[in-house]
């Protein structure tokens, strides 16, 4: 597999809170890609960073990438109750339209 | 629109037998890709398209047939279901192009026996 790990696996922070999870992967990319999945449900895409850029804002969400160390963090800024999910990064290969997934961050936001 | 559409959403199979899980978008979209879900692994990508008539090998592709006739079906085989193939499927698509986000369809959860 191109995807490396994520970390922390499971992630349990109080409400207002900061939460960061980070993405490593193992081949060059055309981007890198964050997804959220509430429990039960299917992914929904949260952000994109081209493998040229290197930080990247989306409401409270911030992310950035590092090429030079294949990897990646995702900042929640004030966390909130309703971000309690998963967390996935996907790299998009730059040779072939593979998306690959990581084993995904769980994120408890304590009320 | 109703997006990416699987069906059923759930199934049990004993070993042996074979069932097709399918995948219906309604964006036009070129991609589609199928996946499956276990605990602790994320995500793991089993065959993907990049149109009609066209279909690749992803990670983890043994046991599982694609094909696509058509923009908007995807639909996923097992030909003989094992209890390894248990799991959450999860089917995918996006305009064609290596950038763009993927739009997944709700799951289908099936249990081999």
């Known amino acids: 597999s191109q995807q490396g790990e994520e970390d922390p696996q499971a992630l349990s922070i109080q409400e207002g809170e900061n939460a960061t999870m980070n993405c490593s992967y193992k081949?060059?990319?055309?981007?890198l890609q964050w997804y959220r999945q509430n429990s039960g449900r299917g992914l929904v895409h949260l952000i994109l960073?081209?493998?040229?850029?290197r930080e990247k804002h989306s409401g409270r969400l911030r992310v950035t990438l590092d090429t030079s160390k294949k990897s990646s963090s995702l900042l929640i800024t004030a966390s909130r109750a309703a971000d309690t999910a998963s967390y996935f990064c996907a790299t998009a290969e730059t040779s072939y339209d593979k998306v690959i997934f990581g084993p995904g961050t769980s994120l408890s936001v304590i009320p | 629109n109703a997006g990416v559409t699987q069906t059923p959403k759930f199934q049990v199979l004993k070993t042996g037998q074979s069932m097709t899980l399918q995948c219906a978008q309604d964006m036009n979209h070129e991609y589609m890709s199928w996946y499956r879900q276990d605990p602790g692994m994320g995500l793991r990508l089993i065959h993907y398209?990049?149109?009609?008539?066209?279909?690749d090998q992803g990670e983890v592709p043994n046991g599982y047939n694609v094909s696509r006739s058509t923009t908007e079906d995807f639909p996923l085989r097992l030909l003989s279901a094992a209890p390894s193939q248990t799991s959450v499927y999860f089917c995918a698509s996006r305009r064609q192009g290596s950038t763009g986000e993927l739009f997944f369809g709700e799951g289908s959860r099936l249990t081999v026996l």
């Open positions: 081949t060059s990319i055309n981007n």
């Open positions: 960073i081209r493998s040229n850029e």
């Open positions: 398209s990049v149109g009609a008539g066209i279909t």
